[in-house]
T-cell receptor, first 115, second 111 residues
Framework: DAGVIQSPRHEVTEMGQEVTLRCKPI?????LFWYRQTMMRGLELLIY????????DSGMPEDRFSAKMPNASFSTLKIQPSEPRDSAVYFC?????????????FGNGTRLTVT | DQQVKQNSPSLSVQEGRISILNCDYT??????FLWYKKYPAEGPTFLIS?????DKNEDGRFTVFLNKSAKHLSLHIVPSQPGDSAVYFC??????????FGKGTRLHILP
């Protein structure tokens, strides 16, 4: 079990550039979540998918943010154009939702720095 | 509007003693509550959960207590060990599977 794989681990970019973060969930999991961690706001839920369909994107801060899940094994989070306030650690997590409190399995995150 | 609140940013506990981490929530629509542990440069890892119909769940050194009337839950770690030093996140799951996290509490276990 390789776990949730995120790439890149670190991303440094200039303001105005497009940033794409990638996530490969655990095989067989049917839900995928994108979170952002900052000192001020902790772990914020940005968007989550169930069976590749976006269920709730109310946490996506602005239209500059978009997320896709073209198939069960891949998701992207894109920021275009990026701004310094987007600097944070972005986590992807997946779970097998059947019933009950199915725990999330997190990747190790992408640390984004926008200068 | 924070639906899951961890009001203590940090906590220091002597090794061998009990660590108690607290969490409050505002939404009665949560059906599960979970605790996660996070080390630096890693993603959070699942620790223990409790259904909203229970008031206690125990797993080894970890016990979670749920007080529905007070909308409060707590994580007890006993005895505390050096490896328990980490950030602990409280999380709540809605029936539509949306999972909301608190801001976390940094636990320091002192030798």
């Amino acid at each position: 079990d390789a776990g949730v794989i995120q790439s890149p681990r670190h991303e440094v970019t200039e303001m105005g550039q497009e940033v794409t973060l990638r996530c490969k969930p655990i095989s067989g999991h049917n839900s995928l979540f994108w979170y952002r961690q900052t000192m001020m706001r902790g772990l914020e839920l940005l968007i989550y998918f169930n069976n590749n369909v976006p269920i709730d994107d109310s946490g996506m801060p602005e239209d500059r943010f978009s997320a896709k899940m073209p198939n069960a094994s891949f998701s992207t989070l894109k920021i275009q154009p990026s701004e310094p306030r987007d600097s944070a650690v972005y986590f992807c997590a997946s779970s097998l939702v059947v019933t009950g409190g199915s725990p999330l399995h997190f990747g190790n995150g992408t640390r984004l720095t926008v200068t | 509007d924070q639906q899951v609140k961890q009001n203590s940013p940090s906590l220091s506990v002597q090794e061998g003693r009990i660590s108690i981490l607290n969490c409050d929530y505002t939404n009665s629509m949560f059906d599960y509550f979970l605790w996660y542990k996070k080390y630096p440069a890693e993603g959070p890892t699942f620790l223990i959960s409790i259904s909203s119909i229970k008031d206690k769940n125990e797993d080894g050194r970890f016990t979670v207590f749920l007080n529905k009337s007070a909308k409060h839950l707590s994580l007890h770690i006993v005895p505390s060990q050096p490896g328990d030093s980490a950030v602990y996140f409280c999380a709540a799951k809605r029936r539509d599977d949306k999972i909301i996290f608190g801001k976390g509490t940094r636990l320091h276990i002192l030798p």
